[in-house]
């Protein structure tokens, strides 16, 4: 089992940048493949970024591509997410997810079997 907390959402003006965390909890932390999703209102929830359990791989949505860095931090048993350029459609609330499939860093939602409780970020124009 494990639990999710994310933080470091919050209120910033477009083209600034802001770092969101993701705390899990358990031993096996570094087992897991970590991804942030987001879900703004009226939308589907949408894939962001994805990294594998040793930190090797990662993978990018188009729609951030360049702009946005997963990392993960195993000691800590973190997982962030730095997006700079933020823009007014980049508001949403944001979810960390950890699939044990290790090696999995994609965006196929049902592969993720546990999920954060969201942290919202606004970006205003």
């Known amino acids: 089992q494990v639990q999710l907390v994310e933080f470091g959402g919050g209120l910033v003006q477009a083209g600034g940048s802001l770092r969101l965390s993701c705390a899990a909890s358990?031993?096996?932390?570094?087992?897991?493949?970590m991804a942030w999703f987001r879900q703004a209102p009226g939308k589907e929830r949408e894939f962001v970024a994805g990294?594998?359990?040793?930190?090797?791989?990662?993978y990018y949505a188009d729609s951030v591509k360049g702009r946005v860095t997963i990392s993960r931090d195993n000691a800590k048993n973190t997982v962030y997410l730095q997006i700079n350029s933020l823009k007014p459609e980049d508001s949403a609330v944001y979810y960390c997810a950890a699939s044990q499939k290790g090696d999995y860093v994609f965006g196929y939602a049902n592969l993720y079997n546990y999920w954060g409780q969201g942290t919202q970020v606004t970006v205003s124009s």
């Open positions: 358990g031993r096996t932390f570094s087992r897991y493949a």
């Open positions: 990294i594998s359990y040793s930190g090797i791989t990662t």
